[in-house]
């Protein structure tokens, strides 16, 4: 542990490591807290594509955490710098929420459902058959298909949801085209957060709480790794991986000395 408290920044997930839905889990006001004392460079990265940073920024402030806007990076905006960078000026049909309108259309990416370079699912309360059609019928026509994040499920207060991944896979049997997919573990995501915390890989680490996105990809970028049992791998799912976490910890609350 004393080796992981060295570090000079942390890459954290959000959902399952910091709060279930409206509800922040126990010790992640104490982590927090240890990170501004320490004077720590920290991102939350979540592969969450619905809430812009400030969205973000004020659901951890009703929660009672004061955490700065530029602590945070969304899978939302990993997408839409990826594809600014592969295409200007291009045109997406999009189903997902306002984080990822926004996101996309700060880079200059366009919302049209008429001949679009790129269909983007992210994750959508308005997620319906007619909007399954019509990124059928567009990824079929040629459009680029593109997925915030590979997670299949996600933590909430009543328990797991379908998340990104699960929201796609229609579209792929329909299509038999495979989603390009942007967030956690795809090396991406994790080269553009360490760029903005400005450290390099080894003095840095990631916190979460899922084995096939957040552990894998500290793993593959070279970051020290902890899994935290408070979201929604289990220790018994864990042991099923073929890779593991250097550190596992019930909750983030048992990382600052003397809170375990």
């Known amino acids: 542990m004393d080796q992981f408290r060295n570090k000079s920044g942390y890459i954290c997930d959000m959902d399952g490591v910091i709060y279930h839905g409206n509800r922040l889990l126990p010790g992640a006001k104490e982590f927090v807290e240890w990170l501004y004392r320490e004077k720590k460079k920290f991102l939350f990265l979540t592969n969450n594509s ?31 710098e990826f594809i600014a960078a592969q295409m200007p000026g291009a045109k997406a049909y ?8 926004n996101a996309l259309y700060d880079r200059g990416i366009t919302l049209s459902d008429i001949n679009p370079d790129y ?27 593109i997925g915030c994040n590979s997670d299949l499920t996600g933590p909430t207060e009543e328990g797991l949801v379908p998340s990104c991944r699960a929201l796609v896979a229609p579209i792929e049997m329909a299509t038999g085209q495979q989603a390009y997919f942007i967030g956690k573990p795809n090396p991406l995501m994790m080269r553009t957060g360490l ?14 709480d899922r084995m096939d996105t957040d552990i894998v990809a500290g793993i593959e970028s070279g970051l020290d790794t902890l899994l935290v049992l408070s979201g929604v791998t289990t220790r018994e799912e864990m042991e099923r991986f073929p890779y593991r976490p250097r550190l596992i910890l019930n ?5 600052p000395p003397g809170e375990a």
């Open 94 to 101: 999009v189903i997902g929420e306002p984080g990822l309108y």
């Open 251 to 255: 909750g983030v609350g048992e990382i």
């Open 50 to 80: 619905g809430k812009t940073p400030r969205e973000l920024q004020d659901k951890l402030a009703r929660m009672g955490l004061e955490v700065d806007e530029q602590h945070f990076y969304t899978s939302a905006l990993a997408t839409a």
């Open 119 to 145: 269909v983007v699912m992210g994750e959508s309360p308005n997620y319906n058959y007619d909007a399954i059609c019509k990124a059928v019928h567009l990824v079929q026509k040629g459009a680029r298909f």
């Open 195 to 208: 760029k903005l915390l400005g450290v390099h890989s080894q003095d840095a680490a990631i916190i979460g």
